[in-house]
């Protein structure tokens, strides 16, 4: 009689799957620690992590200095809930409008919270200060977006599984595609209250809007009243080598969504950033959370936000990411369709017919990095912002090793 042994990772693997919903499919790594790029399964195999839990460990895995604020702060007070205030909550706004040059800011957990607090925010401007009649707002959005897993934002969801059999569905919001100018400018009606957009659609593949798109697109929101909303949860705090996607553009949104990197992969931290007017018609008990704005989670995303900017990590992103980007593009494969991004928000798309992207993912995590595919096709790169050169050109190396035979 033979007695099946479980290895340690099978262990874990076969009681997630057991106790646990099966809303994910992961890769079959199970990771225990985790320092700058690297992280470590439990058999004590290294990895460079090129996800970066999709751009929320911008910072590097366990920066010491922000888990320094966090065990610091946890041992002073964690929270008090809003209704008092905390000694942390005034340096967190202040220091984080002054970054990203905002009047004032909404702080709140997840990036869908925030999602959520805009589509209310500005809904409740249409009303009072547009002066659009009671229940007929209309926000737009764009086809193959992705900003949460919310009801009303899978509502507006392009993707069938992500809606199938979730409805119904909240109504106020209609569809245009991505980059398409003319579309955004024939959907806009007298109740049109805001246009809710991504700088570059990470979760739809790295796809960058045509130049010029926002220049018009931030006219067009000017000239009709509507607030121009960005996402800018995962392109935010130095993902495409600016501190914000819009700097790409030459432009500056109404309403700005920012989470993941704020605090730097280490407390969930959102927030929607706006001029003073739009988030000004949120008055007390309009809108909350119990944990948002809690002294731990502005402990941390302070300490978060200020290792991004001492320690350069913007502009090292611009500086790696362009050097991997050339490197990538350079390689000669008859698989790779298309190398794209900016920063480190990079993207290898594989032709159809090239045997799809998951067994090159596979692949990679044999060689030691862990990167995610998307749309059957699509492998998106984006490393913690500390990489090296030396780990960035590794990087480009193990990619066209995993690349299919030919
Ligand atoms: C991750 C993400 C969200 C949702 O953030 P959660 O913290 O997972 O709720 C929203 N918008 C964009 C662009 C994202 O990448």
């Not at 499919?25 to 090129?50: I, N, S």
């Not at 798109?213 to 009243?225: G, S």
């Amino acid at each position: 009689m033979t007695t099946a042994v479980l290895s340690r990772a099978a262990d874990l693997i076969e009681r997630e799957n057991h106790y646990g919903a099966h809303n994910y499919k992961p890769l079959d790594v199970v990771l225990t620690r985790g320092e700058g790029v690297h992280v470590w399964d439990v058999d004590g195999k290294r990895y460079l992590d090129c996800l970066s839990a999709y751009s929320a460990v911008n910072q590097g895995h366990c920066h010491p200095r922000i888990i320094g604020a966090l065990t610091e702060q946890a041992q002073r007070l964690t929270l008090t809930s809003r209704a008092f205030r905390n000694d942390q909550l005034p340096a967190f706004l202040e220091e984080l409008c002054t970054l990203t040059n905002s009047h004032m800011a909404l702080p709140m957990n997840s990036g869908a919270e925030a999602v959520e607090s805009a589509l209310k925010t500005v809904r409740k401007w249409g009303y009072e200060v547009k002066g659009v009649p009671a229940d007929r707002a209309e926000i737009i959005v764009c086809s193959e977006n992705f900003h949460g897993r919310t009801l009303a934002i899978v509502g507006f969801s392009s993707d069938d599984q992500t809606r199938a059999g979730f409805g119904p569905f909240t109504p106020g919001f209609r569809m245009v595609p991505y980059g398409d100018v003319a579309a955004f400018e024939a959907a806009i009606t007298p109740n049109t209250v805001g246009f809710l957009v991504e700088p570059i659609q990470g979760e739809a593949g790295v796809v960058i809007p045509p130049a010029g798109y926002f220049t018009r697109v931030r006219e067009l929101c000017t000239a009709h009243n509507v607030v121009l909303i960005l996402d800018e949860i995962q392109t935010g705090f130095g993902r495409t080598g600016k501190l914000l996607a819009e700097e790409h553009e030459g432009i500056e949104a109404d309403l700005t969504l920012v989470g993941k990197a704020l605090a730097g992969g280490v407390y969930p931290v959102s927030a929607v950033l706006s001029n003073a007017q739009v988030l000004g018609v949120l008055k007390p008990g309009d809108h909350g959370s119990t944990f948002g704005g809690n002294p731990l989670a502005c402990a941390v995303a302070r300490m978060a936000l200020k290792v991004l900017v001492d320690e350069g990590m913007v502009e090292n992103s611009a500086v790696m990411g362009a050097r991997l980007k050339a490197t990538l593009a350079s390689i000669r494969h008859p698989a790779v369709k298309e190398v794209r991004g900016r920063g480190l928000m990079l993207a290898v798309e594989l032709h159809p017919q090239a045997g799809g992207a998951r067994p090159v993912v596979e692949a990679l995590a044999a060689r030691g990095l862990l990167a995610k595919d998307t749309h059957d096709h699509t492998i998106r790169i984006s490393p913690p912002l500390v990489l090296t050169a030396g780990e960035a050109d590794w990087i480009a190396e193990q990619v066209q090793a995993a690349l299919p035979p030919t």
